[in-house]
């Protein structure tokens, strides 16, 4: 086992491009947005209920349906992923599939109940492309385009939840959250203050957090799935002593 499991490598980082606001295909292109779809009032439910019918971007027509948060109302830990995956997709619930089946797993191994947590995605449509034969869908990052469209809902969750810490799983979520230089492989495992959204009201960086949370970035679950057999077990122990670090960091508050 390796000594310094925070050290292991991050595929993801590898998987995705870093998108800088503003820079690469995406320049000057108009934004997309799920705000028009977003109810005026009520609570989880009602947008949930509004999530699916968003048309805030182009990723509904592919996918079978919106993949809206689940979990505690009123968590105190809330956790952050990037996207449905294909068994999410069809089952309309987020972290179902593989990856979410070890992310449960190392909830319990970090001594957290499941039960008490709200699990979402930044970006809550699945996007992927088919294989040759067309019959299997393989995952695709989503861009910024559409990760800044979701937003809303993301920012509409946590105000509703407002839980004390987010705990943001790989680079996807991490951006989405703490803004568009954040990098896992440096930034991860360390309990923050959510950023100053600024002046902007937190428009370029990322949803306006609740006041007084706190921040804590680890890999994606699906990045321990991804690697090699030789790194597998000192990732998976990774993201567990994370894990532990935001169980440790709630206890604290
Ligand atoms: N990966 C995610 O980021 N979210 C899910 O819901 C499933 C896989």
Known sequence: MNPNPKQAPEPEQAREQPQAPGAGPEEGAEP???????PKRGRLPAHR??????????????AT??????????????????????????EGVAFVGPAGQLLTRALRD??????????????KHFKFTRDETRKRRIHKAPSLRETLACR??????????????????????????LGPSFRVGADRGVPRPAPDPGEDGGKGRGP?????????????????????D??????YAGLVADLRTAAETLRSL
Do not use: K
């Open 230 to 235: 030789a790194d597998r077990e000192r990732m």
């Open 110 to 123: 970090a001594g957290i109940d499941e039960e008490e947590v709200y699990v979402t995605n930044a970006v």
């Open 65 to 90: 349906g919106t993949v809206f948060g689940r979990g505690a109302p009123d968590a105190r830990l809330m956790l952050v992923g990037e996207q449905p995956g294909d068994r999410e997709d069809r």
């Open 152 to 177: 809303p809902w993301l920012a509409a969750e946590l105000r509703l939840v407002s839980p004390d810490l987010i705990v943001t799983l790989g680079a996807t979520a991490g951006r989405a959250l």
């Open 208 to 228: 306006a957090l609740p006041e007084g949370v706190q921040v804590l970035a680890t890999v994606h679950p699906s990045a321990v799935l991804r690697a090699r």
């Open 49 to 62: 209920r509004a999530a699916a019918d968003c048309r805030g971007c182009p990723l509904h027509r592919e």
């Open 32 to 38: 997309y947005d799920a705000t028009p779809f977003l």
